[in-house]
T-cell receptor, first 113, second 114 residues
């Protein structure tokens, strides 16, 4: 069964520092992978998605992720954190018909001055 | 103009009661979903409808019954509420059932069972 694992339930960075949120996938077939962001008291919003085209995917708000098959990873990065990036981030993988997504356990990003 | 709207946003009720959460989307999407997010932020799909037809039905107690009167609406009715039903329930929609489709989420309905 396809699944994703997010390493680190909490990540704290200084404003202006690099953001790195980790996601590893388990899949016997080429996966479709997603990163979603959830701001406090809001629903999830798509940041970016990998659908077997380019391995480096650019998303909104300056985020990007690189699909690495050799490492079964799809880590999310942003060169310079902003206070407004503080949120919960979810990695997800498509796991079945009907556009079914299975989400990771989430990583809470905290940005400090 | 909200794309995916859920009502109510907050719901506090006693064990054993029956309650409903309503969801409407104005994006013209064919597919709608219910997800449950527990207190640890774990998000799990419950149901999905495509053009009013049930296409995903996860292992959910039969006290939960979704209803889709048309493709723009997907409601969730819960009978005999239990403490473990306390969670945030998210409605979402997408264009069709393609596996590259983006999900658009509502803001959630926080259910507290006392």
């Amino acid at each position: 069964a396809q699944s994703v694992t997010q390493l680190g339930s909490h990540v704290s960075v200084s404003e202006g520092a690099l953001v790195l949120l980790r996601c590893n996938y388990s899949s016997s077939v080429p996966p479709y992978l997603f990163w979603y962001v959830q701001y406090p008291n809001q629903g999830l919003q798509l940041l970016l998605k990998y659908t077997s085209a380019a391995t480096l995917v650019k998303g909104i708000n300056g985020f990007e992720a690189e699909f690495k098959k050799s490492e079964t990873s799809f880590h999310l990065t942003k060169p310079s954190a902003h206070m407004s990036d503080a949120a919960e981030y979810f990695c997800a993988v498509h796991t079945g018909g009907g556009n079914k997504l299975t989400f990771g356990t989430g990583t809470q990003l905290k940005v400090e001055l | 103009d909200t794309a995916v709207s859920q009502t109510p946003k907050y719901l506090v009720t006693q064990m054993g009661n029956d309650k409903s959460i309503k969801c409407e989307q104005n994006l013209g999407h064919d597919t709608m979903y219910w997800y449950k997010q527990d207190s640890k932020k774990f998000l799990k799909i419950m149901f999905s409808y495509n053009n009013k037809e049930l296409i995903i039905n996860e292992t959910v107690p039969n006290r939960f019954s979704p209803k889709s009167p048309d493709k723009a609406h997907l409601n969730l009715h819960i009978n005999s509420l239990e403490l473990g039903d306390s969670a945030v329930y998210f409605c979402a929609s997408s264009t069709g059932t393609s596996n590259t489709g983006e999900l658009f989420f509502g803001e959630g309905s926080r259910l507290t069972v006392l």
